[in-house]
């Protein structure tokens, strides 16, 4: 997967922006072929609310974003893609009409993706010269925050490419659920469907409104929904006789009349016109971006709280950030009788981290510090393969000083130097710079303990990392102490 740098997307709307996003904020560049004339406007604000949603989803360190750029033409995507996504309108002669084009200008083995929402691949892949290198991957909305993705291949799909297909959307954090069978619409939308179907029966027999309906939903089963499926979701509701016994508590409510998803009311011009005016009357006065910001922060909400779990849609967030925490690159080793701060850690302040005084949030200035001070324990060995063995570095005191405000986009750096350390303490000076002018934007002191994590009491650190951290204390003695460190929090003597 590494292979794959550049992404070639067909179409830029709603699906192809939000796999822009997906792709440029996880490192990769994008070439979007759309011809609408506004599409880079569009585009760069669904890329913008992507990373204010991720920024707030994972403190994981994203990779440097890629870069993206609008072309006119398929031919311009494809040529220069390692990976193609088609998002083109739901129309089947179109679809293959323009996949042909496109896979005219592709280099060989490129596997192209279809973002499809229920048309078989079996037919879209007819006019290709290649089938075996197209396979569907079905998203869902917002793409860049959604984590399933539908692989499904057509009849001369081979599996290499559904391999192929399935490994890239796992580097961007999906979880892709492989289809084993074609069909109409695959699984997610038939089961939407179904529920789509009876909600049109309820508004066309004035059962309720189209708010009604959603509030069914979203303070009912759709939460349950969002980390649990019907089938354990009703093993659970059988009790300790499991699922044999709700089927026969509750099966032959089957063949009651409920409901009328065999058959959907003609949707005329009333009932749409119905529809219509209720769905304006739910939105209120908030915008189609409004609201979108809205459904990401909440699904940023019940994504972090399942990741506490280590479950649903948490569980592939967690293993996602696993990879982006091993992915990041190692810090060098100081070169021998390096006499400064050690510089440690780089980033930007992310939209995420602003709080209502519109700067950074000081609980991002301990996660800054945090993570420059885990940057300096892997310098020495304490690294994570040290914590696996049971040994590691607790914090036990700090002390930060805010000295100057860090804004959206600021670019900033940490430098890291050592006061002193003996065989169970480390003593270090953190200073964040703002990057543009090299001003310090804020100091923190601490404390840390080494910890034998299995006994949870203090012990000496092992003699490797003894070593290396007493290197670092040699190098730094002569550096000058830090006019503040060892300050207190003290009103003045006038006050």
């Keep these: 997967m590494d292979a794959i740098r550049t992404v070639g997307l067909l179409g830029g709307g709603v699906i192809g922006a939000g796999w822009a996003a997906r792709a440029v904020l996880n490192g990769l560049d994008a070439v979007i072929c759309d011809p609408d004339p506004d599409a880079e406007r569009k585009v760069g604000e669904v890329i913008e609310n992507a990373r204010l949603a991720l920024s707030r989803l994972t403190l994981a360190p994203l990779p440097p974003p890629g870069q993206w750029r609008i072309v006119r033409n398929l031919a311009e995507a494809a040529a220069p893609a390692d990976f193609v996504q088609e998002s083109l309108p739901e129309r089947e002669d179109l679809k293959i009409a323009l996949l042909a084009e496109a896979e005219r200008a592709l280099r060989p083995g490129v596997v192209i993706g279809s973002s499809t929402s229920g048309l078989l691949p079996t037919r879209l892949q007819s006019g290709l010269q290649h089938p075996d290198r197209f396979v569907v991957g079905h998203p869902f909305n917002p793409v860049y925050l959604m984590p399933l993705v539908e692989v499904c291949g057509g009849s001369r799909t081979s599996s290499e490419t559904r391999e192929t297909a399935a490994g890239f959307y796992r580097r961007l954090g999906m979880q892709p659920l492989m289809v084993r069978r074609e069909i109409d619409g695959f699984i997610a939308d038939r089961l939407m469907e179904a529920l789509w179907r009876e909600a049109l029966w309820l508004i066309h027999d004035d059962v309720a409104t189209a708010a009604e309906i959603d509030d069914a939903i979203r303070f009912g089963p759709g939460l349950r929904w969002a980390f649990m499926g019907t089938f354990l979701l009703y093993r659970i509701a059988g009790g300790e006789a499991g699922m044999r ?132 324990l892997g310098l020495i060995g304490a690294d994570p393969d040290y914590v696996a063995n049971g040994h590691s570095y607790y914090t036990v005191e700090t002390h930060m000083q805010h000295l100057r405000e860090l804004r959206r986009d600021a670019s900033f750096h940490v430098t890291v130097q050592v006061l002193g350390a003996d065989a169970k303490r480390l003593h ?60 207190a929090i003290k009103l003045g003597l006038g006050a």
């Design 245 to 376: 016994h709700f089927m026969a508590q509750f099966g032959p409510a089957l063949k009651w009349p409920w409901s009328k998803l065999t058959d959907v009311p003609e949707l005329d011009g009333p009932l749409l016109n119905r529809i219509v005016a209720q769905s304006d009357t739910q939105a209120g006065d908030l915008s189609i971006r409004e609201l979108e910001r809205l459904r990401d922060s909440c699904l940023v909400g019940i994504i972090q709280a399942l990741k506490a779990n280590d479950y649903g849609a948490g569980a592939v967030l967690a293993q996602h950030e696993r990879g982006l925490w091993g992915a990041r690159p190692h810090q060098p080793t100081p070169p021998d009788g390096a006499a400064g701060p050690l510089r440690l850690f780089s980033g930007r302040v992310e939209p995420g981290w602003i709080d209502y005084n519109g700067h950074m949030n000081e609980s991002r200035y301990l996660q800054v510090f945090s993570q420059a001070s885990d940057a300096l």
């Design 428 to 487: 270090i000076w953190q200073t964040l710079y703002r990057s543009a002018d090299d001003v310090p934007a804020a100091t923190c002191e601490q404390m840390l303990v080494h910890v034998d994590t299995r006994s949870g009491r203090a012990s000496a650190a092992l003699p490797d990392v003894r070593s290396r951290l007493d290197e670092l204390v040699a190098a730094h003695a002569g550096l000058p102490r830090p006019s503040d460190a060892g300050r």
